[in-house]
């Protein structure tokens, strides 16, 4: 075994002085507790890594984020302390690992060396000329016009005619971790930048998931590769990074799981496109029709309301109709049907009330909906094992819609905690995407200020939980309207197809009842308070005080206007009694005789 150089050697014995465990790696390098924060006495799990670079300096890495001065601070060094010259060089580089690059065949084409201290070299077979290949073991260090292939291209070609995802990632070691879990991953020989469109090629139709390394240069490869990947006809095409480390490699090394991964959520590349090739674009695939456009298979559609104006229940008739292949409101927003799978995941409810919304909806029998109830909530922006848990769901049940109400309570953050919005709408977004589900959020909205319709803003929480929707809609129940009347409120629709039937930005008068659930209807007549308080005191010839005007209201006293309203609607009727013996509380009021009109 090669020594180390003499500034590694010092690292060594720093760590070995403060009592901090070393361990060789079999790959080269150590593994060590972190020196900047594991020496509080704690049992830990080894968090970092020591490796010799080219130069003989150390390369110290904590999966934890602590940065190489952090760590160096915590041995009592600095940079400037691990300067030797005799370090340079140190030693000659050496071959630790070799990755074959096949054909369609299997057929070996060339090889990828990788060396310590870390650097890379190709060569390929050279059974031409057989004096240069007995002096060089039968290889030629260079490439040349040699066919260009992705790693473990075969098993890629499997995978995608199975239907199944492929992680491309920067390097064969990262390749090699992923296929621990049993994963098709690939990657490209020369790592960043050096992804060529004839790779793309063998990606046609298939799912594609990319890993990029935690840099800039990384997360430039992964565009690259994206943009590729989908101009060659990828069927999908996520992008992620690691949430701790360089790589996926050290990723998965500080203990973290594959759905643990950070979606890359950085704005997509700006693209200019001239009217023709807009007009090119294809429009959405009809076959994405769960409810008609209104609830479109991958989309998330939001439906905001107050408590008890319906938006929970208005949310179970949309997916009653997909899952049962009915109309819902409008003949064109129709029901999938079919084998249409749901999961409710509801977190408010009771038992109770869970069991009279399936009955209502006509699902209590149907072996197509599943409810996962958590009354104490869920933290799907932070808690790993529900992640985990959850992700699992998804990908046993297939399913085709999801509902999530109420959506605040699956964070651990409070209702206006952008932060942990952002983390849970990415996890959702994520999830929706490669589980291809359709997403709906019913969303409680703020408390009426007494004037004004209900909007968007109105929506109680984070903004971010609109950001990326693709459908927003909003039911309200007016003041003063009669049984079972609401408007339905059209604020958002990102392809223009719900716009078709319904007009954006306006609302549609709606009926509901519990026999036949959601239908259009008309706006009731609303009469002015000085035409109730007549009607009132008409069916009253004793008179009413003003307490007993508001109690006889219709809808009851919370729908009756304020005092100052009925006083005017009453001295426009010639019917207030401004007797000052008498009490405000226990004045009469009466119509006179005669009436104006």
């Not at 490209?188 to 799912?207: I, Q």
């Not at 990723?251 to 759905?259: K, S, V």
């Not at 629709?493 to 709606?510: C, F, K, M, Q, Y």
Request: glycine share 10%; charged share 30%; net charge negative.
């Amino acid at each position: 075994m090669l020594m180390p150089s003499r500034a590694v050697q010092e690292v060594l014995n720093r760590l070995e002085q403060r009592g901090l465990e070393v361990e060789r790696c079999g790959e080269g390098g150590w593994t060590c507790y972190c020196p900047a924060h594991e020496q509080d006495g704690c049992k830990h799990r080894a968090s970092a890594k020591l490796d010799e670079g080219r130069d003989g300096k150390p390369l110290l890495i904590c999966y934890a984020t602590c940065t190489y001065e952090e760590q160096l601070a915590g041995l009592g060094l600095e940079p400037k302390d691990l300067h030797f010259e005799e370090d340079e060089p140190v030693h000659p580089p050496r071959v630790v690992e070799r990755y074959d690059y096949v054909d369609e065949t299997g057929k070996l084409l060339y090889q990828v060396e990788r060396l310590h201290p870390k650097s890379f070299r190709q060569r390929r077979p050279n059974s031409a000329a057989v004096g240069f290949a007995s002096a060089n073991g039968g290889w030629i260090y260079k490439l040349d016009d040699t066919p260009r292939v992705l790693y473990r291209l075969p098993k890629v070609i499997e995978a995608v005619a199975r239907g199944e995802w492929v992680w491309v990632c920067e390097g064969e070691k990262d390749v090699h971790a992923l296929e621990a879990l049993g994963k098709t991953a690939t990657c490209n020989v020369g790592g960043a930048g050096k992804w060529l469109g004839c790779y793309s090629a063998y990606l046609e139709g298939a799912k594609v998931a990319i890993i990029c390394d935690n840099d800039e240069v990384g997360k430039k490869h992964a565009d690259q590769v994206r943009r590729s990947a989908e101009a060659a006809g990828a069927r999908k095409v996520l992008s992620y990074r690691p949430a701790v480390g360089k790589d996926v490699s050290d990723h998965l090394h500080a203990g973290r799981a594959l759905n643990e991964l950070v979606p890359d959520t950085a704005p997509p590349r700006l693209q200019v496109m001239s009217a023709p090739e807009i007009m090119a674009q294809p429009d959405p695939d009809v076959a994405g029709y769960l409810l008609g456009p209104l609830v479109y298979r991958g989309y998330r559609i939001v439906i905001g309301g107050h408590t008890g104006n319906g938006k929970s229940t208005m949310t179970m008739h949309m997916v009653a109709s997909a899952i049962k292949g009915e109309d819902f409101i409008d003949p064109h927003w129709h029901g999938k049907g079919g084998n249409l799978r749901a999961l409710i995941i509801d977190v408010e409810q009771g038992t109770k009330s869970v069991k009279r919304i399936l009955r209502e909806v006509g699902l209590d029998d149907n072996p197509a909906v599943d409810y996962l109830r958590v009354p104490d909530g869920l933290a799907l922006d932070s808690d790993r094992q529900a992640i985990s848990d959850m992700t699992e769901i998804f990908r046993k049940g297939h399913y085709d819609i999801v509902v999530a109400d109420p959506l605040y309570k699956l964070h651990r953050g409070d209702p206006n905690d952008s932060r942990a919005a952002t983390d849970l709408m990415c996890r959702f977004d994520d999830w929706r995407s490669r589980f291809e589900f359709a997403l709906l959020l019913p969303m409680h909205c703020r408390k009426p200020n007494g004037g004004g319709e209900l909007s968007a803003h109105d929506l109680f929480g984070s903004s971010t939980y609109q950001w990326g929707a693709e459908v927003l809609l909003g039911i309200e129940r007016p003041p003063n309207a009669g049984e079972g009347f609401a408007r339905l409120h059209f604020w958002k629709d990102r392809d223009g197809e719900v716009s078709e039937v319904a007009p954006l930005h306006g609302n549609w008068p709606i009926m509901f009842d519990r026999e036949t659930g959601f239908r259009l209807g008309h706006e009731p007549r609303r009469l002015p308070s000085r035409d109730i308080c007549r009607d009132l005191l008409e069916q009253h010839t004793d008179g009413l005080t003003i307490r007993q005007l508001q109690e006889s209201w219709p809808g009851g006293r919370e729908k009756a206007p304020r005092r100052q309203t009925i006083y005017n609607a009453l001295e426009e009727l010639a019917a207030l009694n401004t007797d000052p013996a008498l009490g405000k509380e226990s004045r009469i009021h009466r119509l006179p005789d005669r009436l104006f009109t």
